[in-house]
């Protein structure tokens, strides 16, 4: 079956501009993530949806960033005024929503770039 | 956020050699997960471990919860050229969903 899917793969945009990234997670997964890998280290937590709600957005640097699931399914992650430190690879992740087992599938990412 | 040291950074190997990684946490994990990169893509899942003391194994990998509930280790056996990528260490605490990653474990093989 299909995997998790991000779109676009690479985004370049100008500093101070909006951005919008998509994710499309498993079927009949719940559970939504989003993190943020920047280069040489291991991703860092951003938000977790369970359902179409943000449990948590604890990870979420600052209110630049926000992130929508309406339908429970396809999240949108939005950074408005784009920094330079904004650059990175953001990755999805999804999963069943099943507390002890549980297992993240991760979708191959989004690279940012801002200029 | 939780720390998770991750050594070595890096390696390189032998074709055949076996690679031994670990991590360890400033607290207690009731999860410990082992992931591997590879350019471009995202982490994917190789071993899972649910329990203090649990040693699993997946093909030539093996990986082992500490009894502490603070460090894991991730052996590779034998290893072969498409064990290049990346490594990390992941894991959560009881009912926290977020995983809290490591800095990753560069492997390169020489053949």
């Known amino acids: 079956g299909a995997g998790v899917s991000q779109t676009p793969s690479n985004k370049v945009t100008e500093k101070g501009k909006y951005v919008e990234l998509r994710c499309d997670p498993i079927s009949g997964h719940t559970a939504l993530y989003w993190y943020r890998q920047s280069l040489g280290q291991g991703p860092e937590f951003l938000i977790y949806f369970q359902g179409t709600g943000a449990a948590d957005d604890s990870g979420l640097p600052n209110d630049r960033f926000f992130a929508v699931r309406p339908e429970g399914s396809v999240s949108t992650l939005k950074i408005q005024r784009t920094e330079r430190g904004d650059s990175a690879v953001y990755l999805c992740?999804?999963?069943?929503?099943?507390?002890?087992?549980?297992?993240?599938?991760f979708g191959p990412g989004t690279r940012l770039t801002v200029l | 956020g939780q720390q998770l040291n991750q050594s070595p950074q890096s390696m390189f190997i032998q074709e055949g050699e076996d690679v031994s990684m670990n991590c360890t946490s400033s607290s207690i994990f009731n999860t410990w997960l082992w992931y591997k990169q590879d350019p471009g893509e995202g982490p994917v899942l190789l071993i899972a471990?649910?329990?203090?003391?649990e040693l699993t194994s997946n093909g030539r990998l093996t990986a082992q919860f500490g009894t502490t509930r603070k460090d894991s280790f991730l052996n590779i056996s034998a290893s072969i050229p498409s064990d290049v990528g990346i490594y990390f260490c992941a894991g959560n605490s009881d009912n926290d969903y977020k995983l809290s990653f490591g800095a990753g474990t560069t492997v390169t093989v020489r053949a």
């Open positions: 992740a999804s999963s069943f929503g099943q507390v002890g087992t549980d297992t993240q599938y």
């Open positions: 471990l649910y329990k203090a003391g």
